[in-house]
């Protein structure tokens, strides 16, 4: 274990030692393809951008760092040029639009890239066809060929590391012109005539990167390039945004509002959701009553006070008490129903009652026997009081 951590502490060290013990003038340059202007490598474009400012010395150079949907919407620009070097150009539909609008206006927008994306390619009805490139021909003398303009005669330019051999096809000759081709003769400049304007787009992007351009006379073949252009634009403005932009985010600048607008059937659907939505938020908001809170139901509060009474009398053993409540209770009911005198109880008044509730006359005359001797009686004991409630609890079972 001891001499394993030994040997790790030796690696690391020479780990550390080597590089800085390697002469840095040998070392190769990065052959990374950036095409960033401040990026001085063989595949950065700060020769481009240099050459570009001496070109246009009489205008200041605007560095645009943003996608050209935020762009357009910030300047207003009727004759300027736009230069857009990337290994890869990803755009969506907004920036699609936006360029065509730049274009559209009299502006020159200047593209080269090693992929173009489709949706901009089929805005100018072309493709662009990708070709193959073997190890063995990288160092191979490869010319990349313009076609000037027709004063003059056609030059050729060339370097040594991996040919141009992409191309466009399917080119629309109507509104558009071939003016580069590759070594194989096939058309890697074109313009592309919109509005106003002019959209150039080339395919090969190497051809304006340091390594390319400091080539012999090779920096002429920009001059050849932008001669297209228009000779004294407004404004010049240098692309420093796509060339570090390797996808297509379709959600750059995404609104789903403008997405539906631009379908007719989902115009149509979006309206007449908003106005069901409406027509049942009308009708729907009458028809919606509030919650009613349940109330709890009224509790019969006499028969918990009368048991609660009785339990007062029962548990001071006042039978006495009781057994008067109750004979005066009794007799109250006898005179609201049956409408007899019970002040006065004597045969009649046995025989009118024992008649009137339906009652033997024997049982009436045994009850009120029981309450004369209550009401006479100056106690009353437990079972004298029993006796007396069943006898009026089987008067009122027994009653019509």
């Not at 013990?21 to 951008?49: H, M, Q, V, W």
């Amino acid at each position: 274990m001891k001499h394993t951590r030994t040997y790790l502490f030796i690696f690391l060290l020479l780990g550390g030692l080597l590089p800085g013990c390697i002469d840095k003038s040998k070392r190769l340059p990065s052959l990374r393809e950036t095409f960033s202007k401040t990026d001085k490598n063989p595949f950065g474009t700060n020769i481009a951008y240099r050459q570009l400012e001496a070109m246009y010395y009489n205008n200041t150079i605007h560095d645009k760092k943003e996608s050209f949907s935020k762009t357009w919407r910030k300047i207003t620009d009727r004759s300027s040029l736009y230069v857009c070097i990337a290994p890869a150009l990803f755009v969506n539909e907004d920036e699609v639009d936006a360029m065509m609008d730049y274009v559209g206006e009299g502006n020159d927008l200047f593209i080269s890239a090693g992929h173009i994306d489709e949706l901009l390619l089929k805005r100018t009805g072309c493709q662009e066809k990708f070709s193959v490139i073997w190890l063995d021909d990288m160092f191979d003398s490869m010319k990349n060929t313009i076609t000037k303009p027709v004063a003059e005669p056609e030059s050729l330019y060339a370097y040594y590391y991996l040919p141009f051999r992409n191309y466009f096809s399917d080119i629309d000759s109507s509104n558009t012109r071939v003016l580069g081709l590759n070594e194989n003769k096939q058309p890697n400049l074109i313009v592309y005539f919109y509005g106003k304007g002019k959209l150039f787009l080339h395919c090969d992007p190497r051809a304006f990167s340091n390594y390319f351009l400091l080539k012999e006379n090779n920096y002429k073949y920009m001059q050849d390039v932008l001669a297209y252009t228009s000779n004294t634009p407004d404004h010049v403005y240098w692309d420093d945004y796509y060339n570090k932009i390797n996808y297509r985010n379709d959600n750059r600048d995404f609104s789903a509002f403008r997405e539906i607008m631009k379908h007719p059937p989902l115009v149509y659907a979006f309206w007449l959701l908003i106005l069901l939505l409406m027509l049942y938020i009308l009708f729907g908001a009458k028809r919606i009553q509030r919650i009613i809170e349940q109330r709890k139901a009224n509790e019969n509060t006499s028969v918990t006070f009368t048991e609660t009474i009785g339990r007062l009398y029962l548990q001071k053993k006042n039978n006495k008490n009781i057994s008067d409540k109750m004979v005066t209770y009794f007799n109250e009911y006898i005179r609201n129903r049956y409408f007899l005198n019970t002040n006065q109880v004597n045969d009649d008044f046995i025989s009118l009652l024992s008649r009137k509730s339906g009652v033997e006359r024997n049982m009436v005359e045994s009850l009120y026997r029981t309450i004369v001797d209550a009401q006479n009686s100056p106690t009353m004991n437990d079972y004298q009081l029993l006796s007396l409630n069943e006898q009026i609890q089987k008067f009122h079972k027994t009653r019509n």
